[in-house]
């Protein structure tokens, strides 16, 4: 099991341009398979289609869409002035989600890994955190076009103040 959680730039996630590779990058991630989706927690769930879906999350006043089937996506649209979050829960490994991809968004600026095991042991903190820019003073390594943090690398003290940047910034 992966927990993947994509934190994207402030403002409404509203427009086909963020939503089409987001929803696409999801319901091809390994351990994805999505039998349906409803819009805003109402309960109307449809068929998995994704030309559909994202036509639905573009134009129904979505505040909040979510997908299950194999694996399990949400995705908070920020039209209240929450912070545009996506997550999700695929039956995968943590290897086989192609990181670099998910940073090809224009809008995704973070994206968090984690396995339950890690979680068991680290409780909040990803076991893989990928920014497209990078805090000052993390270690990192390069990717294609962002920075990625291997927490198990980093001294005890740099993941007590990366547990802080959790606290002060949301999910």
């Known amino acids: 099991?992966?927990?993947?959680?994509?934190?994207?730039?402030?403002?409404?996630?509203?427009?086909?341009?963020?939503?089409?590779?987001?929803?696409?990058?999801?319901?091809?991630?390994?351990?994805?398979?999505?039998?349906?989706?409803?819009?805003?927690?109402?309960?109307?769930?449809?068929?998995?289609?994704?030309?559909?879906?994202?036509?639905d999350a573009a134009t129904q006043r979505t505040q909040f869409f979510r997908a299950d089937g194999v694996g399990m996506l949400f995705l908070a649209m920020g039209k209240h002035g929450e912070t545009p979050t996506m997550m999700l829960r695929l039956d995968s490994d943590i290897d086989a989600l192609a990181l670099d991809a998910w940073f090809d968004v224009q809008r995704v600026e973070q994206v968090r890994l984690s396995t339950p095991a890690w979680r068991s042991v680290h409780g909040h903190l990803p076991q893989r955190w990928a920014w497209r820019k990078a805090p000052v003073g993390v270690l990192t390594r390069p990717l294609r076009n962002a920075h990625l943090c291997e927490v198990v690398e980093v001294p005890e003290l740099q993941r007590e103040v990366l547990s802080g940047m959790l606290g002060m910034e949301g999910p």
Do not use: C, K
């Open 1 to 55: 099991m992966l927990e993947v959680v994509a934190i994207l730039s402030s403002g409404a996630v509203e427009d086909e341009a963020t939503l089409r590779p987001l929803l696409t990058l999801a319901s091809e991630a390994s351990g994805a398979q999505f039998g349906r989706y409803d819009l805003n927690q109402m309960e109307h769930w449809r068929a998995w289609d994704l030309e559909r879906a994202i036509i």
